[in-house]
């Protein structure tokens, strides 16, 4: 029996929700991942606050790619919501305040429930802080200090996106906390992975950051796309 599992989409941000690969929409290849005609797009934007603004990139995204039936999933996870996101093929968790968000999943019972999701054939994609919230632990600030949050764990490394700019400070600080008992993987602005379920990983668009703890040092490597992008 096959595996229902879908590959997860992880987006440093909003760029690959429209970017063009060699004059063919990315997301195409996402929406050809699931094998129904008419898809339903559920949008979680815990994150933002619900901010309606970021929500209507997301349908323009979906539209693109002919998906008209999408939903704008409230923190306060209404009723109506929650039979929206158990009929959902495509799950977006949207960017914004990692901590914000995944208080707000745990309060309503989102998090069990994008989990069940997940298993049961649904394709998430987490872009920004959603990208975060789907690895190992979120890296947030504490005061002056940095802490690490549970999240997902639904991909086995902690993830960081487009923080190249501070050198990934943040999580090759996770990894040292970590002891090297976790990974993790940076993705730059305008790049995504995709974690496959036979638990490979490919880089979209851009290389990613791999590090790792060796000899108490944290190392890097890079995770080059399969093809010229």
């Known amino acids: 029996m096959n595996s229902p599992l879908q590959p997860i989409y992880l987006f440093a941000d909003s ?11 990315f997301l195409q290849s996402i929406r050809e991942t699931i094998d129904r005609t008419e898809l339903k797009a559920a949008y979680i934007g815990a994150s933002n606050g619900d901010d309606p603004e970021f929500y209507s990139i997301f349908e323009g995204a979906m539209e693109s790619i002919g998906i008209q039936d999408c ?16 009929e959902s093929d495509i799950i977006l968790l949207a960017g914004g305040d990692v901590e914000k968000g995944w208080n707000a999943f745990t309060k309503v019972g989102l ?15 987490g872009v920004s802080a959603g990208a975060v919230q789907l690895g190992l632990f979120g890296v947030v600030q504490d005061g002056s200090a940095n ?3 549970d999240t997902f764990k639904l991909i086995p490394f902690v993830i960081g996106a487009h923080e190249e700019k501070e050198k990934w400070n943040r999580l090759t600080e996770a990894v040292q906390q970590l002891n090297g008992s976790a990974n993790g993987i940076g993705i730059p602005s305008g790049g995504g992975m995709v974690y496959h ?12 950051y791999e590090f790792s703890l060796r000899d108490g040092l944290v190392s890097d490597s ?7 992008q």
């Open 15 to 25: 760029q690959l929700l429209f970017w063009k690969n060699k004059g063919t929409i």
């Open 71 to 86: 939903k704008m999933i409230l923190s306060s996870f209404p009723s109506d919501d929650e039979s929206f996101v158990k």
């Open 222 to 228: 890079l995770l080059i796309p399969k093809q010229e």
């Open 111 to 125: 998090k069990e429930l994008i989990i069940k999701r997940y298993y049961e054939g649904a394709l998430l994609i």
């Open 197 to 208: 379920p036979d638990h490979s990983i490919e880089a979209i668009r851009y290389p990613l």
């Open 147 to 149: 802490k690490l949050i």
